[in-house]
């Protein structure tokens, strides 16, 4: 048995090696889902910027547009000597060329700009997802999406559409049979900035080189992209100077229609009392491809050209594969 006074310096001994009950801290309740929530959250944000930063597909030239100061005479250029049935809608008229391209032409607004070419369009299959997919690579939308199509404006100040594939212009009619050519394949306007240029249409957009030439060898005057999924091509005039007149745009600013056949085109057009030797004017383009020049009222040309080159192309090669009657799209 032990005694009481010796059990007595035992404890205090025990305490003073051991020291006081130690607190023990209240349970945090858990969250389990707020880092699970988080990460859903990043996934989702990414997921987001993911799809909008693939670019949707681009397969051709939907249509073109120009300015006129007299509508009459253009709507017998386009009408008649072109051959295209038309129709009206809010101040433009459109000029069927096949089911899925057209032209337009409205009137000259006030005051009046340089250029008659006033807007080039092309065809993507989701405009939506491209409307993102600009806006995430901060380019400003000029107008917005609606009625299946969106613009913006280039880095040298060109107005350009995108147009969601299939759409169809209500009340435009069939392609008409009397008209020389049913495809649009290429459209160019005046470049003073190739590089700035290529930041929006190459590096963003994806078009790809398809070729370049001069009026002599050695010098280039003109640069030429497809679009990254289709055949047509988009061309820049550089040539044209820091002031060039309204005829000297004229040429440089212009819409190209293809032909397998260029001797058709020449029939076609005076089926369509074309007057004026340019109607039978044909001549070998510097890249090889047969090709026949006419002007409407307000200078704007219309380059008629045939699918393949018969030609040696001059200063570089063709890259891209040639455009068809039907659009590869």
Not at 23 to 50: D, G, Q
Not at 232 to 259: C, I, Q, R
Not at 279 to 299: E, V
Request: with cysteine.
């Amino acid at each position: 048995m032990i005694d009481p006074t010796r059990q007595s310096t035992l404890a205090v001994q025990v305490l003073t090696k051991v020291g006081p009950p130690t607190k023990v801290a209240p349970m945090r309740r858990a969250r389990p889902f707020v880092p699970f929530l988080t990460v859903v959250c990043i996934l989702l944000s990414l997921s987001s910027f993911s799809r909008a930063q693939q670019r949707p597909a681009i397969t051709g030239i939907a249509f073109v547009r120009m300015y006129t100061a007299d509508p009459t005479a253009s709507a017998a250029f386009y009408g008649k000597t072109l051959g295209y049935g038309h129709a009206e809608n809010n101040g433009i008229t459109r000029y069927s060329v096949n089911d899925l391209q057209w032209l337009e032409v409205e009137a000259l607004p006030t005051p009046a700009p340089t250029s008659r070419l006033a807007a080039v369009a092309f065809t993507t299959r989701d405009a939506a997802a491209l409307e993102r997919y600009l806006k995430a690579h901060n380019v400003v939308i000029e107008q917005p999406l609606a009625h299946g199509a969106f613009a913006v404006h280039d880095p040298e100040g060109n107005l350009i559409y995108f147009v969601q594939e299939g759409t169809k212009v209500p009340g435009l009619p069939v392609a008409s049979p009397n008209a020389p050519s049913h495809r649009i394949i290429h459209s160019g306007f005046m470049v003073k900035d190739a590089a700035a240029e290529n930041t929006f249409y190459r590096d963003l957009l994806g078009f790809r080189p398809y070729w370049h030439g001069g009026m002599k060898e050695g010098e280039t005057d003109w640069i030429s992209q497809q679009v990254p999924d289709g055949t047509d091509w988009l061309e820049y005039m550089l040539e044209g100077g820091s002031t060039p007149s309204a005829k000297t745009l004229g040429v440089l600013n212009h819409f190209s229609l293809g032909t397998p056949h260029m001797p058709d085109v020449v029939a076609a057009l005076a089926r369509n009392q074309c007057e004026g030797p340019n109607c039978a004017k044909t001549q070998m383009g510097k890249d090889g491809k047969i090709q026949l020049n006419l002007f409407d009222p307000d200078l704007t040309r219309v380059e008629y050209m045939e699918f393949q080159p018969s030609g040696t192309p001059c200063c570089s090669p063709i890259l891209g594969k040639p455009p068809t009657e039907t659009e590869n799209r």
